[in-house]
């Protein structure tokens, strides 16, 4: 029974700390997209494919956050949908890479914080549990 109430902490802490990461990675998405949307007109085709990049981008992270439960043991479950969702994302946005109204390279920047952020923040909760056990 102890072994469950570990999972369901760490579950909990490691959801927090995910969150954080991803409300501070919104706050930056937030002023591209703001930059993005007043440097140019937004017609039909652009508004979708805006559209569906922050759909994928929130299955993403929804993908990549599932991962991370089942890595740790704290979810049950195939790791193989969150794994083609992933993939399939980071084609897509390697296919709309040329698309000169995401310039995806002023991007760039924000998705590489998160990726450095993330780890940070990840590691330091597997560091902190490695601890918390070892006492």
């Known amino acids: 029974m102890v072994r469950d109430f570990d999972l369901e902490e760490e579950e909990k802490e490691l959801d927090r700390r995910i969150d954080l990461i991803n409300v501070v990675f919104g706050a930056a998405l937030g002023g ?3 930059d993005v949307l007043g440097a140019q007109h937004l017609d039909a085709n652009r508004m979708l494919v805006l559209t569906i990049s922050l759909v994928i981008l929130v299955c ?3 993908a990549i956050r599932n991962l991370i439960h089942l890595w740790r043991g704290t979810h049950r479950g195939s790791w193989k949908l969150p794994m083609i969702v992933v993939v399939a994302g980071i084609i897509f946005f390697f296919a709309i890479r040329g698309d000169t109204y995401l ?5 760039l920047p924000v998705a590489l914080g998160w990726a450095a952020a993330f780890a940070v923040v990840l590691s330091s909760h597997i560091f902190m549990l490695r601890k918390f056990h070892n006492d």
């Open 60 to 62: 993403l992270l929804v």
């Open 32 to 34: 591209y997209i703001g």
């Open 103 to 107: 310039d995806l390279t002023a991007l």
